[in-house]
């Protein structure tokens, strides 16, 4: 019985430590909005409904965090499949364009520049 648990430990160890756990994933779906801001606004946009279209998610779709048992979380294998990974890589990108989007205001309509004399 203590055998089967060193095992058991030790695999669960090695898991966390390949790359490949629940929590390393999760976190790697999560990404900056900042590399979004040097894209003009039209093209942001398109990109964000094309992704959406693609994986079919939300266009508000926003990364997934799931609760593993306390503590266990960097050492459970992700099991997912490629297709949910991906779909989970996608959401994080339509997270970060969307606070890009926000952030520079695009979804609004443009502002009127035109002078005026008061009165």
């Given at each position: 019985m203590r055998?089967?648990?060193?095992?058991?430990?030790?695999?669960?160890?090695?898991?966390?430590?390949?790359?490949?756990?629940?929590?390393?994933?999760q976190?790697?779906?999560?990404?900056?909005?900042?590399?979004?801001?040097?894209?003009?606004c039209?093209?942001l946009?398109?990109?964000?409904?094309?992704l959406?279209q693609q994986?079919?998610?939300?266009q508000?779709a926003?990364?997934?965090?799931?609760?593993?048992?306390?503590?266990?979380?960097?050492?459970?294998?992700?099991?997912?499949?490629?297709?949910?990974?991906?779909?989970?890589?996608?959401?994080?990108k339509?997270?970060?364009?969307?606070?890009?989007?926000?952030?520079?205001?695009?979804?609004?309509?443009?502002?009127?520049?035109?002078?005026?004399l008061?009165?």
């Open positions: 055998w089967n648990i060193m095992v058991l430990a030790s695999c669960l160890a090695m898991t966390g430590c390949m790359g490949a756990s629940i929590a390393e994933r976190d790697a779906n999560v990404q900056s909005s900042l590399q979004y801001d040097t894209v003009p039209d093209q946009l398109a990109q964000r409904n094309g959406a994986y079919h998610l939300s508000n926003k990364p997934s965090f799931s609760n593993p048992a306390m503590g266990f979380g960097p050492f459970i294998p992700d099991l997912s499949s490629k297709t949910k990974r991906d779909a989970d890589m996608a959401s994080g339509i997270d970060a364009m969307n606070r890009s989007i926000d952030r520079r205001e695009c979804d609004k309509p443009a502002k009127k520049n035109t002078l005026a008061p009165g």
